[in-house]
């Protein structure tokens, strides 16, 4: 069975479009997607990010990082996703 990493999924989630914090935990698994995102970053990767408001425990309010790929990226995003062939 072929599951794809987290990488993986943070980055084909982020191909469809701006993602939270609290979405990728959510929809991808990632309980550390700052730490994804800047790794992200480091191998070359153009995500923008912002500090929005959310509803958070209780429905208290909450500030998280909201992530956007940059189209310029695109290409090189998608790329990363096909596996090394040795």
Do not use: W
Request: aromatic content about 4%.
């Amino acid at each position: 069975m072929n599951v794809p990493t987290k990488r993986a999924r943070v980055i084909a989630r982020l191909l469809q479009g701006r993602a939270t914090s609290f979405e990728l935990e959510r929809e991808c698994g990632d309980h550390c997607a700052p730490s994804t995102i800047s790794e992200l970053r480091r191998e070359g990767l153009d995500i923008r990010s912002e500090i929005v408001p959310t509803a958070g425990y209780g429905g208290c309010l909450a500030h998280v990082a909201r992530y956007e790929l940059q189209a310029g990226s695109r290409d090189q995003a998608i790329a990363m996703m096909t596996p090394k062939v040795r």
